[in-house]
């Protein structure tokens, strides 16, 4: 029988079952509000960052024009209706590369001309491993890494995601024998790799790479004549030291700009962290690679930015010297959102992951954990969400290869909602902790298959269906 | 040696170098401005709406809180910059059903579900094909088509488009020969058939099918059991009888809301031609199969719509009176331009197909060739735009089965310039027509292959990357 709708529309993996998902659909049927629902359950699972809207807002107020289209005494609105080419305004792209510049110290020099506009950083990622790999090959990724990427890179590419497993051991850092055993892993399932996928600043660690991690990356690149991707959309977010170091730096500082892997490395960067506007979907990638670049804009028809918000955007990046007290307050705001999580977490002998960047912490409670297994990671999950009342998402929805890490976001709420979410986990933490260490959960331990299908089960019992963007 | 791009990316064949789009880089090069450059080359291969940014710009005018995100006292800025859930903004798609029932006589009744917003039509079309078929498998599509639907459809999707081939003889209508001829030349070519793809109302015709169309594809569909996807992104031109009638509306006429066949037929729109803000980049998909609407909502994070645009638009379709004004005065307007181009011709002696909708009109410039041969067409098509200095479409380039037509646009200019065009067209018919026919040009006839180095030697003379995403 001629099978109706595409295997690709049929299929169920791509990622939306998992508990990443999951939790944000637990929180949008009981969400906290401090006035209509404060036992809610308080959402920590979204890196949304919220804390710099008050400046974006008054520059608003301040350039009315702008927002009305107004240029020069005439409008701009029937231009702008009608600009679909898919270069986009050069007056964006102009602007969007020096704000690149201005979060990378300025140590690189970004053309735009080899920048290419997507509808959101989403749309970026699919567009690179569509340019670099047939059906089939693979990209091998550092874990624990953002669980939106088994559904972006692989869904409809066909692309196959091999992981580097790191470990809290060494705080989850790249080590040669870690991408060289990946590549094996790689060659033991007949796979070709054909690039190397990081997350720079890592989502879900909130740390960026060292230069010493950057330098064997790169040798590992060149010395297997692969592709390295890094997704920088955090790259706003450093707020503390080390500095960020952006692939393309690390290049330079190698003196490589001759070299083949000048052409084999390809950065994604976006507005939706780095200026807190998801909705207003705005992702990029820049690659020195010229062939890819000219087959990338053309698959961006497939996911244009609209005129108008490119238009509004590319005013208020213009302001140089807004855009400059812009990352600079909200650097601060960071510092205090991050301390203030931290502290409330060693509050209650919680550690975080040593970070610098990022809207969240990775958070160790092993220590909370029943036994050294997913299944009690699970199951202090479901404790998490139901009893302690946040939402927070789990080291396995990361693929994380140690059970007891949780992403928890702290930038997507008030100060006071912070606070409340500190003293219920405070509250847990004194209260619960001797019970449920007393009484033993009731889940079945074993081996991996095992073990899948019981968090698959559990998992079941929420519905589906969740459509927020996040990353 | 390892292939460092995929073949995707390093793939020639996505259309770029259609003649369609080569018009408009020539256009580029020297576009006519009445006071910079009289001489110019005027623009007729852009199907734009221009007629009727008036009435918006004079509600933009009227609704300034709107675009400064104000509502109820308070900002809709926050929520809107954070707004990135897939399923889109909901007012913004009650008011899109509303508006897709009204410019098809409220004869359907739209649910919001079954709705799926993409950045443009381009990712609407892409994304039924991924939910659709496999790669190597086929879509028929009627002859002549959209020049971009050999990138859109098959370029990432690996599908295949065979012709359904259609003749002036009846007007370019499809017929139950034609439809089994198309399925039988797939078959030949072992190719699985998934659906016949309309244009309705047609681009590059201007046309709209007939309920005869309707119901003998209707037919045919439900005894190959295939689907169909009606691309009506220019059900809002209509301007004239007949009245367009939605392959929707045809299946509720015959009473087929039960029939497996509800959940085969999928409609794609969009607000770029309807309102002329193509670079808004809205466009969506219409079905009544859950599954379909379900996996497409998940690939629409691949081209989302800025939630900015969302907001305004649906601010504007929302004000129903206005919607209903701008209807009516964009339909007279386009009555008005569509006489203006066919008298302008007639005047030269040249015909236009009949046609009722559409921002063009498909012109009959058989009596100019030289020789009933696509080289003719060719070697017209370069004389009007070099020396008539008009960028029009071949017909070729639209997959035309006969030399000789031309897509003409009349919507994208002023009265003055289209006046202009006219009397240019007038003057080379009327000196040039005798010339040309005693001195025959200089290319080879003969059969398919050579015929088609002919075309492809001529064309690569032009510089390639346009980049306007126009339909």
Not at 313 to 326: H, N, P, Q, V
Not at 331 to 351: T, V
Request: net charge positive.
């Amino acid at each position: 029988m001629l099978k109706m709708l595409s295997k690709m529309a049929m299929c169920k993996s791509h990622g939306q079952d998992s508990s990443y998902f999951i939790g944000w659909q637990e929180y949008e049927k009981n969400p906290y509000d401090p006035l209509q629902n404060p036992s809610g359950i308080i959402q920590m699972g979204l890196a949304e960052n919220q804390l710099s809207f008050d400046l974006i807002e008054s520059w608003l107020t301040r350039n009315q024009d702008v927002i009305q289209f107004r240029e020069n005494g005439g409008s701009m609105f029937r231009d702008l209706a009608l600009f679909q080419d898919y270069h986009g305004l050069q007056a964006f792209k102009n602007v969007l590369v020096s704000f690149m510049a201005e979060i990378r110290r300025k140590k690189v020099k970004f053309d735009p001309k080899n920048l290419v506009l997507t509808a959101g950083s989403t749309s970026a990622n699919e567009t690179l491993i569509f340019c670099l790999a047939e059906p089939g090959e693979a990209l091998l990724i550092p874990t624990p890494y953002y669980p939106g990427f088994d559904r972006d890179l692989k869904w409809r590419t066909g692309a196959e995601i091999v992981p580097i497993q790191c470990y809290s051991s060494n705080n989850f850092r790249i080590t040669e024998s870690a991408l060289e055993e990946a590549y094996e892993q790689a060659q033991k399932r007949n796979l070709t790799v054909k690039g190397v996928f990081i997350t720079n600043p890592s989502n879900p660690l909130g740390t960026t790479m060292s230069r010493n991690e950057l330098n064997i990356l790169i040798t590992f690149a060149m010395t297997k004549n692969i592709h390295i991707v890094s997704d920088e959309i955090y790259a706003g977010t450093v707020f503390d030291s080390p500095k960020f170091v952006s692939i393309i730096e690390a290049l330079i500082d190698r003196k490589l700009e001759k070299s083949k892997m000048w052409n084999q490395v390809h950065i994604v960067s976006s507005l939706s962290k780095d200026l807190g506007l998801p909705g207003f979907r705005v992702g990029m990638i820049y690659s020195n690679n010229e062939t890819l670049i000219a087959a990338a804009t053309k698959m961006s028809s497939f996911g244009l930015i609209s005129s108008q918000t490119q238009y509004l955007l590319s005013k208020i990046l213009g302001d140089r010297r807004f855009i400059k007290r812009y990352v600079k307050q909200n650097k601060k705001q960071l510092i205090h959102r991050r301390e203030m999580l931290a502290s409330g977490l060693a509050n209650s002998g919680i550690e975080c992951l040593d970070s610098n960047a990022g809207l969240f912490c990775f958070v160790d409670m092993r220590d909370l954990l029943n036994s050294n297994t997913f299944e009690a990671e699970m199951e202090l999950w479901k404790k998490i969400i139901s009893n302690v009342g946040l939402n927070v998402s789990p080291g396995s929805s990361c693929h994380c290869s140690e059970p007891g890490w949780f992403r928890v976001c702290f930038a997507n709420m008030s100060k006071e909602t912070l606070d409340l979410a500190m003293q219920r986990i405070n509250n847990f933490v004194n209260s619960d902790r001797d019970i449920h260490r007393q009484q033993p959960l009731r889940f079945v331990t074993g081996a991996g298959s095992r073990r899948r299908r019981t968090i698959a089960n559990w998992v079941v019992k929420f519905s589906s269906g969740d459509g927020r963007r996040d990353r």
